[in-house]
């Protein structure tokens, strides 16, 4: 950290590191390091780029660096190389049999071999590849026109930017694939949206299709989007491939991701077992699919085959069952969350949908209760995907549903009776009572999850137990529990106690960053936390901050800086913080201090005229980082600052080998910031 060249490098070398290991992970599925080793790689990269506002390099890494793209005009119109067809469906064994039964009609006496791939929901897309680089990516749109949303394709990390390998020789490349969401990536979006008071996405498909409607590839490149690709659209006779199969292989060898759940089939039978597999396991395999899509392998035979205007002929579409089941609605249910959101879900009458027996469903917000006009008694048409808790996917029209009460949020805290309202601008009612028992759990559970304050063994049985029955009322209380009040807990033995108390004491020094992620505040998550550490160091220059001052922190916006400053004005926060204090817990934050002293024992020399600085100014900014500035140039000075018409100060300083800095290198060095 001393150096201050060193930064820079290890910055490029962070991100080739990284971007070797994404492919590990994403495209291969092979990664070679654990997730942990990875974190600790991504953070060391972003802390540094956090420090040095200047090492954040332009779109290649915006996926590092969380995002810098810039703003995109809108959306050119792309003429697709061939028209992005649709697919025929089908249902049954029978329906599949009679496909195979049509190609043969075109093809007299020939067999088929079949590549059997999920057919995943999410949007369709094509990429251009130019001799082996990403240029360009558009939607489907109406099959021969789609739009251009090249840069929001950029922050997908499976996507290479670059290819290598077999495909990436080709002066020209269209691909195709599907741009998607996992089931575990899309619920935990949609729990963030509802978190900041943004309404949730009906469905992953939704949530992709819109985060690559975004104008902001910013806003993108923070939805968690994955990609396979499918097909080369190519002219089969112009390609060195006799397969299909041929292709995926070459896709894989190339970095372009290719599902893992593809198979190559000897035979119809082959692709009908295919499918039946892939139904068992619909529910496990993390993304949603509705169905598989059969293939025939062959190329010569697809060239014969050819198209309808509305698909191939030699593709198919086999469906699975539906995840759907019809039930009723026979109470709203209302959950209270760690900031007070109240969230309403449905109790239905029990059904069972591909083997699991449904009894309660989502229902997101009061808008989207209104959207379905869903009422207690209604009949729903419910639906499950992945294997989560399935959703309200319409509601079934009855001449009853007219003479049922309209569902009304309820106006006090079914938790608390505190009173309950709709902020402005937001979708999510809150009970407006900090001191409400289920806030105060969720808060808890939140404080002690291991991106926070990693407190193990504090989970649900234990937080319940500990505010019902009074021994914790705020973050602080914690820090006073006993081994002897922990062992008096339920289910909780003595040896657990002990543990517990160890990792509760233990979770005292996570650092100012994460501590402040850990007090929940509305808005502030890791990233915010962790630029406020930076920027402050201390909890008490925190404290002192201004709305204003926060909000003038880089990549802090008005919306973050209100929620901080309104949480910092609370007496009963600067009380639980106090008292935190009091106890130990550590409210500075590491990297700032190395940050401040930068140029601890560094001597420094200026020549030339700064811009931005008087020789005052500049001398003041060299002290404060812990530096001095001396006069003249030895073996000893570290650094040379050379500004416009430099001296001969800035030749000595070659000549000694001494590192030179410019002005812009200077002043990002020693901007707060
Ligand atoms: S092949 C000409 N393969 O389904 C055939 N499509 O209903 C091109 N889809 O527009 C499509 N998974 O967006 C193909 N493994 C897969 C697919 C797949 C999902 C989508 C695709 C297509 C739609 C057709």
Redesign the pocket.
């Known amino acids: 950290m001393a150096d201050l060249k060193k930064p820079r490098v290890r910055a490029e070398e962070l991100r080739r590191l990284i971007r070797h290991h994404d492919y590990l992970y994403y495209v291969l599925a092979r990664p070679e390091i654990s997730d942990a080793t990875y974190d600790r790689l991504f953070n060391e990269l972003k802390r540094l780029e956090q420090q040095h506002q200047y090492l954040i390099p332009d779109s290649a890494t915006l996926l590092v660096s969380g995002g810098v793209a810039g703003v995109a005009e809108g959306f050119a119109p792309v003429e697709h190389s061939s028209p ?4 025929d469906n089908a249902s049954t064994e029978e329906d599949i049999r009679e496909f195979e039964a049509r190609m043969n009609r075109i093809l007299p006496g020939a067999t088929f071999r079949y590549v059997g ?4 929901d ?1 949007v ?1 897309v094509a990429l251009v590849y130019e001799n082996g680089k990403f240029v360009r990516g558009a939607t ?1 749109g109406d099959g021969r026109v789609g739009e251009d949303i090249t840069h929001n394709l950029r922050t997908i990390r499976s996507l290479p930017q670059t290819l290598h390998g077999p495909l990436a020789r080709y002066e020209h490349l269209e691909v ?1 694939g ?1 741009v998607f969401m996992w089931e575990a990536a899309f619920q935990k979006l949609n729990r963030d949206l509802e978190e900041v008071g943004e309404g949730a996405f009906a469905n992953p498909r939704n949530a992709v299709a819109g985060s690559l409607r975004q104008k902001d590839s910013t806003i993108t490149a923070k939805r968690p989007l994955d990609i396979v690709l ?2 080369l659209a190519a002219d089969p006779r112009s390609t060195p491939f006799a397969t299909h199969w041929e292709i995926l292989e070459a896709f894989g060898k190339s970095g372009l991701p290719v ?1 893992p759940e593809a198979r190559l089939c000897g035979d119809l039978d082959a692709a009908i077992a295919y499918h039946r597999v892939m139904e068992d396991r619909r529910n496990e395999i993390g993304y949603e699919t509705d169905g598989v ?1 059969l293939k025939a392998n062959n190329l010569d035979q697809r060239v014969a085959l050819g198209f309808t205007t509305h ?2 002929r030699w ?1 198919i ?1 086999f469906k699975f069952k539906s995840q759907q089941a019809q039930t009723r609605v026979r109470r709203i249910v209302i959950n209270v969350g760690r900031t007070g959101a109240l969230t309403p879900s449905g109790d239905v009458d029990p059904v069972e949908i591909a083997g699991a027996t449904i009894s309660r469903t989502t229902l997101h917000n009061a808008d989207e209760i209104a959207r379905l006009d869903v009422r207690v008694g209604d009949l729903v048409v419910i639906e499950r995907a992945g294997d989560v808790i399935p959703h309200v996917v319409e509601r079934v029209p009855e001449p009853e549903h007219d003479s049922r009460p309209p569902f009304q949020m309820p106006t006090h805290c079914p938790v608390c009776g505190g009173h309950a309202y709709r902020p402005e601008g937001e979708v999510v009612w809150r009970c407006s009572n900090a001191a409400c028992p289920a806030q105060v759990k969720e808060r808890l559970l939140h404080f002690g999850a291991r991106r926070a304050m990693d407190i193990e063994h504090l989970g649900e049985a234990v937080v319940n137990q500990l505010v019902d029955r009074n021994l914790v009322k705020d973050f602080a209380d914690l820090y006073h529990l006993d081994v002897e009040t922990l062992a008096s807990l339920e289910r909780l033995a003595k040896k657990s106690a002990t543990n517990l108390y160890k990792a509760i004491q233990g979770s005292k020094n996570r650092g100012l960053a994460r501590f402040l992620f850990a007090l929940g505040i509305r808005f502030v998550g890791e990233h915010a936390a962790s630029l406020f550490a930076q920027h402050y160091g201390s909890m008490e220059k925190l404290w002192a901050a201004t709305e204003e001052e926060l909000a003038a922190i880089y990549g802090i916006g008005p919306r973050i800086a209100a929620a901080a400053a309104e949480f910092f004005a609370q007496k009963e926060n600067q009380r639980v913080i106090a008292r935190l204090l009091d106890v130990g817990v550590t409210m500075t934050e590491e990297t700032v201090k190395a940050r401040e002293k930068l140029l601890a024992g560094k001597t420094l020399v200026l020549t030339g005229t700064l811009e931005g600085f008087s020789r005052d100014e500049a001398r003041a900014a060299v002290t404060r980082l812990g530096g001095r500035v001396t006069s003249s140039v030895s073996k000893k000075t570290d650094y040379v600052i050379a500004g416009k018409d430099p001296g001969s100060k800035y030749d000595d300083a070659r000549r000694l080998g001494v590192p030179v800095l410019d002005e812009a290198a200077f002043k990002e060095l020693v901007s707060e910031r």
């Open positions: 992005m067809l649709s697919l791939e999920p057919k995943i999410g369709g489907r195709r599907e499918y097909q599902s899509v698909h191939p593709a579409a």
